[in-house]
């Protein structure tokens, strides 16, 4: 089975902090996708990337970036943690060749910021 | 314009009744698949089902099935002899494109499922 694992289930940070979420997937998978979620708002796709180094902006990149070193992990930052951040954070990975695969989710990351 | 369109706040369903979850779709490619996620209030997403734009029959996967009507542009997710366990957030997706190249999801706002016991 694909697994993603995003490094915290919970984390309080303060105003001003810079944050940083890290992912990790297993299979060796080429996509890995963060995502915001809010209430009333669905899935938001913050950043993703397709390859080691390479990113691309999603629909909400203001206040965040990403990093990419290794395949298997994604990091998304928030330089200067705002309140208007505090949210649920979703990690995603899956494969470049085949259209009718899903993504393949971690279990999130409650994030608040005071 | 909304790519997935998700109308119904909140469903409720009485233990082991059908319920059928709402989504419709607007995209101008051909080529297309739409996918249906669980997400309980533990948090983590779980992939359900998945429909192709070209695919002949309605997709199903044991108790879940998608009624697919190409040309109204809708993907509603049927499910039959609802659980207490099915009570969760239920998310409608869409990607467009032939392959996993432009491999992004653009995601419905989601529609909380009650069953009730």
């Known amino acids: 089975d694909v697994k993603v694992t995003q490094s915290s289930r919970y984390l309080v940070k303060r105003t001003g902090e810079k944050v940083f979420l890290e992912c990790v997937q297993d299979?060796?998978?080429?996509?890995m996708f963060w995502y915001r979620q809010d209430p009333g708002l669905g899935l938001r796709l913050i950043y993703f990337?397709?390859?080691?180094?390479?990113?691309e902006k999603g629909d909400i990149p203001e206040g965040y970036s990403v990093s990419r070193e290794k395949k298997e992990r994604f990091s998304l930052i928030l330089e200067s943690a705002s309140t208007n951040q505090t949210s649920m954070y979703l990690c995603a990975s899956d494969r470049t060749a085949y259209s009718n695969q899903p993504q393949h989710f971690g279990d999130g990351t409650r994030l608040s910021i005071l | 314009a909304q790519k997935i369109t998700q109308t119904q706040p909140g469903m409720f369903v009485q233990e082991k009744e059908a319920v059928t979850l709402d989504c419709t779709y607007d995209?101008?490619?051909?080529?297309?698949?739409l996918f249906w996620y669980k997400q309980p209030s533990s948090g983590e997403m779980i992939f359900l089902i998945y429909q192709g734009s070209y695919d002949q029959q309605n997709a199903t996967e044991g108790r879940y099935s998608l009624n697919f009507q190409k040309a109204r542009k809708s993907a509603n997710l049927v499910i039959s002899a609802s659980q207490l366990g099915d009570s969760a957030m239920y998310f409608c997706?869409?990607?467009?494109?032939?392959?996993?190249?432009?491999?992004?999801?653009?995601f419905g706002k989601g529609i909380t499922l009650s069953v009730r016991p």
């Open positions: 995209t101008s490619d051909p080529s297309y698949g």
């Open positions: 299979m060796d998978h080429e996509n």
């Open positions: 990337s397709y390859d080691v180094k390479m990113k």
């Open positions: 997706a869409m990607r467009e494109g032939r392959t996993g190249a432009n491999s992004k999801l653009t």
